[in-house]
């Protein structure tokens, strides 16, 4: 089984507002992670977009999205959300749910574990 797993992606109208999900399988509850989300759009690199840490007790957020972004977490379902307000077309991409317990090293892209993802498109 995989042991993130992202969900809520779909196709919405500029404007909306979306909740990402990322679960953790049981088979990772045994680290304390930090978790992150990135997202890649086509044609372009994978790119950090807000993370989290093990606690909840420190986020992080790429200037550009800082304003309709938010990260947070769920502890007692072992799971961390990813708000995404007022949408835009330029948020097109496939978002993905990344974790590693080095917080430096989970806001890259060779954070230790990935979803698969899930895609957001928004129409204008």
């Known amino acids: 089984q995989a042991q993130l797993v992202e969900s809520g992606g779909g196709l919405v109208q500029a404007g909306d507002s979306l909740r990402l999900s990322c679960a953790q399988s049981e088979r990772t509850l045994t680290r304390s992670l930090n978790v992150g989300w990135f997202r890649q759009a086509p044609g372009k690199e994978r790119e950090f977009v807000a993370g989290i840490n093990w606690s909840g007790g420190t986020t992080n957020y790429r200037d550009s999205v800082k304003d309709r972004f938010t990260i947070f977490r769920d502890g007692a379902k072992n799971t961390v959300y990813l708000e995404i307000n007022s949408l835009k077309p330029e948020d097109t991409a496939v978002y993905y749910c990344?974790?590693?317990?080095?917080?430096?090293?989970?806001?890259?892209?060779?954070?230790?574990?990935w979803g698969r993802g899930t895609q957001v498109t928004v129409s204008s």
């Open positions: 990344a974790a590693d317990p080095n917080w430096a090293r989970l806001q890259t892209t060779t954070a230790e574990y």
